[in-house]
C-alpha cells in the first residue's frame, strides 16, 4: 500500500509522470558501504546522461547513481520539453571567440538535438521525439517585433546564418503556427520536442542495461572527495559527480562550501489542456512538433503533445534564502497568469478546460550562464546552472563531464563554458546574500510584468511604452551584470 501511495504521488508531479506507461516502482534504496569508479548524485539528465556517456566510452567502469526520489523526479520530469540547440547566455559565451571556433561552437550547440534523436533512437527510448524547430513569435505588440529582429541580427552578427534563424513574416508564421495579428516570428530548426519523463525514465533503464547501479530513496546526507554518504550507506569513489541542478540546496555543504550558493533554484510553472480535437488544431497548427514561445520577457514556452494538448508555461518565481518549492500546486493568481497568456495567443483557447498544472526548481548561476567544471584536485566533476534549458544543455554536460573525467580532449571539453582544474570556489560567482537575491529578483521579476502589462494595452501612451521598455532592459541588464 505504501508503494501504491508513492508512485500515486510520483505520478501526480506533471503531465508527463502520469502518462509514463511503466509502473513506477522505487529501485531499492542504497545500504551499507560499496565502492565504485565514479558515484553520481541524482538520476536527472545529467546524472544519466554522464553515466550513459561514461558507460558506452568505457564499459568496464564501476558507476553507482544515488537518487534521493525517483528517476526523473526533478525538473527533468517536470519540464517544457524543448531539446534546444542552444545554451543560455550563449551569445556572451561565444561571441568574443575567433570566427573559426564560433563556428564550431555552433556547431557542437546545434547538433545537441540530433545527437538526443540518435541515442533514443539507437537504444530504443520511446519519448516522442519531434524536430520540429522552434518559433519565437512577436504576438502581442510592436516593441516585441522590434526585440526579435534585433536579436536575429546579432544572431547573425555573431556567425550564425539564415539556415540557422530566419525572420517568418505574418504569412510565412501561419504555415507553422497561427496567432490572430501576430507581427512574424524567428524561426530556428536547431530545437526538438520531447515527453520529458519518459526520456528521463528510458534513460535510467538504459545505463542499468549498461550496468549501472542506480539507488533510489537515498537522499545523500554528507559527501566530500571520494565519499558521499546516505542514512543507510555509503559510497567510496574515485570521483564524484553531483549532478543535481536546481536541488543544489539539498546537498549538504562541501569543505564549507554551499553548491547552493551556485546553483541558485528557482520556478517555473506550467498548465496543459485537454485534448483538443483536430479542428481547433487546424487553426493553431504546429503539426510537426514545433515549440514556440511569445516573445516577452515572461518567458512563455509550449508544444502540442503527442496527445494533441497543448502544453504551456511561464516564468514562475524565487522563495527566500533559496528554498526549494515541494509543494507545486498552483494558485490562483499562478494559474490565472498562463491562463490569461495562453488566452491572448490563442483567443479560440480562453475556455478551454485545463487538466494538468505543474512546475519544477531549475537551476540558475549568478553568471546567467551553464558551467561544465572538472576539479581534478579533489576528483570532483559538475555540470549545471541550465537556467530553465536543461533538456539539451544536459546532454551537452554529459558528454562534456564523462571526456573531462576519462581525460579525452574533444570538441566539447575546449569550449568556453568548459573549466579546467579548478575548485567551485575559484571557477564561479557566488550569489549575493539575503536579503538581496529575494530583493533583486522580486524587482527585476515586477519590472518585466509591469512592461508586459503596459506594451499589452494598445491605449499605453507613448511615453509610458517607452519607460516600461528601458526600466526591463534595465534590469535585465543588472541580472546578467
Known sequence: MAHANQEEHWRGISLWMSQVEQPVTPRPALAGTITADI?????????????????????ALNIAVLEAQTAGF?????????????????????????EPRRRESWALLHAIPDEVGRVTRAEGISCDFRKGGTLYCAARYRE?????????????????????????TPAALTQELRIPGALGAIHTPHCATVQPARLARGLAATV???????????????????????????????WVVPAVEGYAATLPPLNEQELGDYQLPVQSLLIATEPLPEDVWAGIGLSRGQ???????????????????????????YRFGGKL??????????????????????????????????????????????????????????????????????????????????????????????????????????????????????????????????LANPRAAAWRRRLAQALAERMEGLMQG
Open 208 to 238: 542499468e542495461r549498461l550496468g549501472v547501479r542506480i539507488y533510489e530513496q537515498s537522499p545523500v546526507t554528507g559527501w566530500r572527495p571520494g565519499e558521499i554518504h546516505t542514512a543507510q550507506g555509503s559510497v567510496k569513489a574515485d
Open 74 to 98: 526533478g525538473a527533468s520530469g517536470r519540464n517544457g520539453g524543448w531539446v534546444m540547440g542552444a545554451l543560455l547566455g550563449e551569445d556572451r559565451l561565444v561571441g568574443h571567440l575567433s
Open 325 to 454: 518549492r515541494t509543494d507545486f500546486t498552483l494558485t490562483e493568481s499562478e494559474e490565472g497568469l498562463r491562463r490569461y497568456l495562453l488566452g491572448e495567443i490563442f483567443p479560440q483557447l480562453k475556455d478551454v478546460r485545463i487538466t494538468h498544472r505543474w512546475g519544477g526548481n531549475l537551476g540558475m548561476s549568478r553568471r546567467f550562464q551553464p558551467h561544465m567544471l572538472l576539479d581534478s584536485k579533489n576528483r570532483i566533476a559538475l555540470s549545471g546552472g541550465y537556467g530553465g534549458e536543461g533538456v539539451g544543455a544536459s546532454n551537452l554536460g554529459g558528454r562534456t563531464l564523462a571526456d573531462l573525467i576519462l581525460g579525452r580532449e574533444s570538441v566539447e571539453t575546449s569550449q568556453p563554458w568548459v573549466i579546467k582544474d579548478q575548485t567551485m570556489r575559484q571557477a564561479l560567482r557566488r550569489w549575493e546574500p539575503e536579503p538581496l537575491r529575494w530583493l533583486g529578483y522580486n524587482a527585476i521579476i515586477a519590472s518585466f510584468v509591469h512592461e508586459d502589462q503596459v
Open 291 to 317: 515549440s514556440f514561445s511569445e516573445f516577452s520577457r515572461q518567458v512563455t514556452y509550449g508544444q502540442r503533445t503527442a496527445d494533441n494538448r497543448l502544453a504551456f508555461g511561464a516564468r514562475g518565481g
Open 39 to 59: 558515484a553520481i548524485i541524482g538520476a536527472g539528465y545529467t546524472g544519466l546522461w554522464t553515466a550513459y556517456y561514461l558507460k558506452t566510452l568505457a564499459p
Open 144 to 168: 516585441q517585433e522590434h526585440r526579435l529582429r534585433r536579436w536575429l541580427k546579432e544572431m547573425h552578427a555573431e556567425g550564425q546564418t539564415e539556415a540557422d534563424a530566419c525572420w517568418l
